[in-house]
């Protein structure tokens, strides 16, 4: 029994993992690589600030990988709520232009329906009159 203890004793310290990283080094790169390609990609296409802020809080969680003292971690803390809420500031903010861009583009498209319907009427009226003062004769 005490050979089995100090075989788990010296086999967990080597191998005992970072509490504040469950992915290994190697497979948190390529997440931050991905994520940030991903997020890059939609701030080209949408252009909202939030999905840089997004990735900047995913990418600020590399410095978990390195540090891993009660200071750095406080810190990230606070990065990350800050990043985070900033977002969601920058994302409300984004929702409220684009319901507002598709609100004017929905009345632009009712108001040049309308504008064409009444061109339509108007032509039929003036249809009316020529046909009518054709045979007034």
Not at 79 to 99: C, D, N, P, R, T
Request: hydrophobic share 50%.
């Amino acid at each position: 029994m005490d050979t089995f203890i100090k075989l788990l004793v010296e086999s967990d310290g080597s191998k005992m993992q970072n509490v504040y990283t469950p992915l290994s080094l190697g497979v948190h790169f390529v997440f931050c690589l991905l994520a940030t390609a991903l997020y890059l990609t939609m701030y080209y296409r949408r252009g909202s600030l939030h999905y840089l802020l997004l990735m900047f809080a995913i990418d600020a969680t590399l410095i978990t990988q390195y540090w891993t003292t009660s200071i750095a971690i406080t810190l990230l803390a606070v990065v990350e709520i800050a990043l985070i809420g900033a977002s969601i500031w920058f994302y409300i903010k984004y929702a409220k232009k684009q319901k507002a861009e598709n609100a004017a583009k929905l009345a632009a498209a009712k108001e040049a329906e309308e504008r064409a319907k009444a061109a339509e009427k108007a032509d039929e009226a003036e249809n009316d009159k020529i046909v009518d003062n054709a045979f007034d004769d």
